[in-house]
């Protein structure tokens, strides 16, 4: 029996007007920001749902595009009802065929990954949840002569996506070596040299870049410092190959921060100055304001208080003028709440504790809840800053807020910024 055909969503198309797939798309990622909301929209995202090939939107992007059309359903878009979509089988009389597979599963968002985020504690239950060996994440092995196309490709761009998701959720601890399955998939594709075009094989270098970017950050983030550069390392010489000059600046970005927490403070000057003459022909002041602050706390790991003020004040510069549609889709985590936790981290490293706290304040105010990670690394900061500061009680009470909201979260980083918070309380009581 042949598999149904996708039916196109007029209505949907009619709602773009005379926006072209990728203004609207740009519209799309500017009305998530509105409401706090992370949704990875591009010119084929619209396309596909403009050919019926996404009948039903994930939730993020259902409360975007109801927070753009106020008053319209998800029926007055063009979208059909999720349960007929999604996660219910329809039941099926006796020797009737089984029904379309795209009646069960959305490659956008699979109710798998759905309940991972509502429901698991662990983040190794979510990662083993997500499947990335079998389900929504898994990315297929070269075979033979077949020709690497538009499948794998999204495949691998869509592993990246479901990492940055479960990382801003549960942290690293349980994701990592879980990680390492698709991204060894994704560099085999790229080994097998068969892409079926051009624009398919520079797509698949730069998903295969990110994926080790993220691998190398779960490495990173869960103490595995020689792996995280392993891995940034294979994303740089991918960028080089590819001459992906964003592929080439983000790999720099990581390293940068990678080399200051291992206190080559030097080294992660130098990658951070790489990074910023990377991005320099790319369109995203904000790339640009976040290797500022990579470069600013080198230099606050240095002890170089003027150098670190000045790229500070060019971190803010580039900051002021805003979001732009050239900000790379891995940047979503850096608003207002990174940058002043970034600066709270160059005023510590400088000794300079009230004024850190001040900042690392700020960011926990200004976090949105989504990203529970960063904010529970945010509040940890505070903590070790009041800590210093001399400010015990309302350190403790911000470090009790921290252990209270871990649920679900495994950080080694935030771990050991507590046990250091810890030892500085013991030793002002003593």
């Known amino acids: ?149 538009e499948t794998e490709v999204r495949a691998v761009e869509e592993a990246v996506r479901q990492i940055r998701l479960l990382d801003d959720r549960h942290g690293a601890d349980g994701l990592y070596k879980v990680a390492a399955q698709p991204l060894r998939a994704a560099y085999a594709l790229l080994d097998a040299g068969t892409a079926a075009r051009r624009s398919t094989e520079d797509r698949l270098h730069a998903g295969a870049g990110e994926l080790a970017i993220s691998v190398g950050w779960l490495a990173h983030d869960s103490g595995r410092f020689d792996d995280a550069r392993s891995h940034y390392a294979e994303a740089l010489a991918t960028a080089r190959v590819s001459g992906d000059a964003a592929l080439e600046a983000h790999a720099f970005c990581n390293t940068s921060f990678l080399a200051r927490d291992a206190g080559r403070y030097r080294e992660a000057v130098r990658a951070a100055q790489a990074g910023l003459r990377a991005a320099q022909p790319l369109s995203s002041a904000r790339l640009l304001s976040l290797l500022s602050l990579r470069e600013a706390g080198a230099w606050a790991g240095l002890g170089d208080r003027a150098a670190c003020e000045q790229s500070l004040g060019r971190a803010h510069t580039y900051f002021a003028r805003g979001q732009a549609d050239g900000d790379p889709e891995w940047m979503s985590f850096f608003g207002e709440p990174e940058l002043e936790a970034l600066e709270a981290h160059c005023w510590s490293a400088l000794g300079d504790w009230s004024r850190a706290a001040r900042h690392a304040h700020r960011a926990t105010v200004l976090q949105n809840p989504h990203f529970a990670r960063n904010l529970a690394l945010y509040r940890a900061q505070l903590a070790s800053n009041l800590a210093h500061a001399g400010r015990q009680d309302e350190a403790a009470a911000e470090a009790r807020r921290v252990v209270g909201s871990l649920d679900g979260v495994q950080s080694s980083r935030i771990r050991a910024i507590l046990t250091e918070t810890g030892r500085v309380l013991a030793a002002g009581a003593r």
């Open 1 to 149: 029996m042949a598999m149904s055909r996708a039916v196109p969503n007029l209505a949907f198309r009619r709602l773009r007007g005379q926006h072209s797939p990728a203004e609207f798309a740009a519209a799309v990622r500017r009305a998530a920001r509105e409401i706090g909301e992370q949704v990875a929209c591009d010119a084929r995202y619209i396309g596909r749902v403009e050919a019926g090939e996404i009948r039903c939107p994930n939730y993020a992007y259902e409360r975007v595009f109801l927070h753009m059309f106020p008053g319209l359903g998800l029926a007055d878009l063009g979208f059909s009802a999720r349960e007929t979509v999604r996660g219910r089988r329809p039941a099926v009389s006796a020797g009737a065929p089984p029904p379309p597979a795209d009646t069960t599963r959305n490659d956008e968002e699979s109710d798998v990954l759905r309940r991972a985020f509502m429901t698991s504690g662990s983040a190794t239950v979510a990662a083993a949840s997500l499947g990335f060996g079998g389900t929504a994440a898994a990315i297929p092995s070269p075979r033979g002569t077949h020709r690497i196309g």
